[in-house]
């Protein structure tokens, strides 16, 4: 999908500093033959801007290979996996000292460098702002309308521990993000680890059982796992959309969703993927709500400290 791409004309600036240490950044959303993406610049080492996707499904920040060894940032350690839908590549660790987006000074960190499908030419983004940097900053949130990423918080020390938060649960998210109105609040369970941060739902899709789907600003389309599609028989179509993943390029049919929800919020039907989603799924995940879906609120904050999805 070309998605379009955050103007290079704003460089690496453009972060709005907000009451009690929140920024406002901007992003650049789009929507394709139903598809939404968001991107935001990044620069890194006083390079760029590249265009990254907000991705609060990837669990570690990726760059395209070729773009690491441009910069020649140093390799932290040897090769490693990563996991997308139906499909696991080579990667490794690459050290990076400087940063940004969109003008907002990032931590020193390490970030997984790999060969990604599509990623690193001309009109496509260079890499994904994974959940371990948005979980940082406690809260975030996404307006779709204005085009902007809001910050909660001053950048938290990156986690060193596996925790859990099954929400909501702590003090709600800063006023800062719940401005204009407090809209419905989701529980969600988060896993804070490294190189393994989620944001999983309970999904109602027709039947009385519900299922866990991943929060996925970085799928551009919503999808679910095959077998759920079949066990839930949900009417297919002729109709399918290319998408690409962290590994590969597939092409998804669409199945019609019938009547679906999340716990206290009835989603639109719509058409979804039904995907084999292989790797990703040993951990119970069978489905992601992406951003197709979460752009129908007009904004959402994720709130990883408090183990909630706000939907405006």
Request: charged share 10%; with cysteine.
């Amino acid at each position: 999908m070309n998605f379009a791409l955050p103007p290079t004309t704003a460089g690496c600036g453009g972060a709005v500093p907000l009451a009690d240490g929140a920024q406002r950044l901007p992003i650049t959303v789009s929507t394709v033959d139903g598809q939404t993406g968001e991107m935001i610049n990044v620069c890194l080492a006083g390079q760029g801007p590249y265009p990254f996707v907000i991705d609060s499904g990837a669990g570690e920040t990726v760059i395209d290979a070729k773009l690491a060894n441009q910069l020649h940032l140093a390799s932290t350690g040897p090769a490693t996996a990563i996991e997308g839908v139906g499909c696991t590549a080579d990667a490794h660790s690459v050290m990076v000292n400087s940063w940004s987006a969109a003008g907002a000074s990032l931590a020193p960190q390490t970030m997984t460098a790999a060969h990604l499908p599509d990623f690193g030419i001309k009109g496509q983004p260079d890499g994904l702002l994974g959940s371990d940097v948005l979980s940082r900053f406690g809260a975030v949130r996404i307006d779709f309308g204005a085009q902007t990423l809001t910050l909660g918080g001053p950048e938290a020390l990156a986690v060193t521990s596996s925790s859990e938060v099954d929400g909501p649960t702590g003090t709600p998210p800063p006023a800062v993000l719940t401005t204009g109105g407090a809209g419905t609040t989701v529980p969600l369970k988060v896993n804070l680890s490294t190189g393994a941060f989620s944001m999983t739902v309970r999904v109602r899709i027709k039947g009385p059982s519900s299922h866990n789907f991943v929060i996925d600003t970085g799928s551009s389309q919503s999808v679910t796992a095959s077998s759920v599609a079949a066990a839930e028989h949900l009417v297919t179509t002729d109709l399918a959309q290319r998408q690409t993943t962290v590994c590969s390029i597939v092409t998804v049919p669409l199945v019609h969703s019938g009547s679906w929800s999340l716990p206290g919020v009835a989603l639109r039907p719509q058409l979804i993927g039904s995907v084999d989603l292989g790797p990703i799924s040993s951990n119970g995940t069978v489905g992601l709500i992406g951003s197709d879906v979460l752009k129908q609120f007009g904004w959402v904050i994720l709130d990883y400290s408090g183990g909630r999805l706000i939907l405006g």
